[in-house]
């Protein structure tokens, strides 16, 4: 079975930096695709920055300039460097695998909160 485990959220006041990552339990697995998304409260879910085949990078507009998504393929992690934190950056970050095969896999989520 495949799990996905974040870690790295916690509370950071606004302007500061956190880096979360996501772990994929198992190695040998072929990943097309990897990505983090977010949730706020009473909001839908929605996509942060994925990377593609190690190499496509996509980020949402509210996070280009701030975040960084990075994949270290040694270590099955995958990382968001995030800096300029807002509030608006407030949520719960979901790591999202996709297999070649089509299996889909996402982690527990992560809580990041940003305030003073």
């Known amino acids: 079975q495949v799990q996905l485990v974040e870690s790295g959220g916690g509370l950071v006041q606004p302007g500061g930096s956190l880096r979360i990552s996501c772990a994929v339990s198992?190695?040998?697995?072929?990943?097309?695709?990897m990505g983090w998304y977010r949730q706020a409260p009473g909001k839908q879910r929605e996509l942060v920055a994925t990377?593609?085949?190690?190499?496509?990078?996509n980020y949402a507009d509210s996070v280009k300039g701030r975040f960084t998504i990075s994949r270290d393929n040694t270590k099955n992690t995958v990382y968001l460097q995030m800096n300029s934190l807002k509030p608006e950056d407030t949520a719960v970050y979901y790591c999202?695998?996709?297999?070649?095969?089509?299996?889909?896999?996402w982690g527990q989520g992560t809580q990041v909160t940003v305030s003073s």
């Open positions: 999202n695998a996709v297999l070649h095969s089509g299996d889909d896999y």
């Open positions: 198992r190695s040998g697995l072929s990943i097309y695709h």
């Open positions: 990377i593609t085949s190690g190499v496509y990078i």
